[in-house]
């Protein structure tokens, strides 16, 4: 074993290719992320305006070697120290899945490394234990602010909004989710009728700090029948006729209002939700994850409302927010210490069964 990990705990090489980033990375049972490699689409995708499923494997396909390889090498350690090959197994684009399980398989039974197969909505959630190797002298600090079990997790990303009781690392009870859009796709398809490129949700968040959020009052769907689904394909379209409306008007498009209005909109109810969610079940804690999670007024909201409410709101470290390696190594950590193992027929899942 390399002598800088000699002494560290148990090591997983983590593998995420659900969607449109193929990612691995190398990290320790105690959340220290040795390596982190992340190959992003988006620019390839960007030109469509949106993912293209069959491009998006046969990249993952060209990536994923290197990918790993750099994620061993900037770890300083080698196949021999690992003890599991985690990969994400679903939700995601199944093509985009099967190119990460079957390099993972072929990696890892050929060795006899055990294989862990991710969730990765719950990979997303656990996300907030993990920390940068160069922050590991700040750590202990940080350690007695994070997140006790039972928590609320509210995952918010392209594909996904939902809301969970977290019990523990592999107990999560489904409380509300998104019946129409996801949040980062209503991010993504504002900014598309905008003009604006692919992937929708930094580019509205940058435009939207110059923008008024009180010019518009679009819609917030509370849902007061099940208050913790959401819904927000009501608001892309009013978003969609305003826009028109000034269209037909013959000016110009306030596009930084429209996204600072639009912004408020999907943060109001996130918050709201997340809140009334953590109050329900009597909870202290709130952690917000996935990638809609990297929004800075989400997360300045959030935390300001969470004081006001008693609840401690906690989001990843801003680079773990959207896909990762990272974040799955360290949930297959659990899935290794249960024995929850996969066996060489085991297929990927487009869908959660919960
Ligand atoms: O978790 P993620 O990387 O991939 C999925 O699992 O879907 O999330 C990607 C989503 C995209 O819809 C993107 O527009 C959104 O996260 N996103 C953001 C921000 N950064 C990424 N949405 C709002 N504000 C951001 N800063
Ligand atoms: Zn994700």
Known sequence: MNSSSKNRSRL?????TSCDETAAAVVTSDGVVLSDIIASQVDIHGRFGGIVPEIASRIHVESIVPIVEQSIEEAKVTLEDLSAVAVTQGPGLVGALVVGLSFAKALAFPMDLPLCGVNHIQAHLLAIFIRDKREEGAAAGRREKRPEFPFVGLVVSGGHTSLYLVR???DMELLGATRDDAAGEAFDKVAKLLGLPYPGGPVISRLAQKGNPEQ???PRAMLPETPLDFSFSGLKTAVLQQVHRIRRKGVQIPVEDICASFEEAVVDVLVEKGLKAAVQYGVKDLVIAGGVSANRRL?????ERADRSNVRCHFPEMRYCTDN????????QFLLDAGMLLSPDADVYSRLAF
Do not use: H, K
Not at 299 to 303: D, G, L, N, P
């Open 12 to 16: 997983v090489l983590g593998i995420e």
């Open 299 to 303: 997360r300045s909201v959030a935390q």
């Open 325 to 332: 390696g990272a974040m799955v190594a360290y949930a297959g």
């Open 168 to 170: 523990n690392p592999l």
């Open 216 to 218: 518009f009052r679009f």
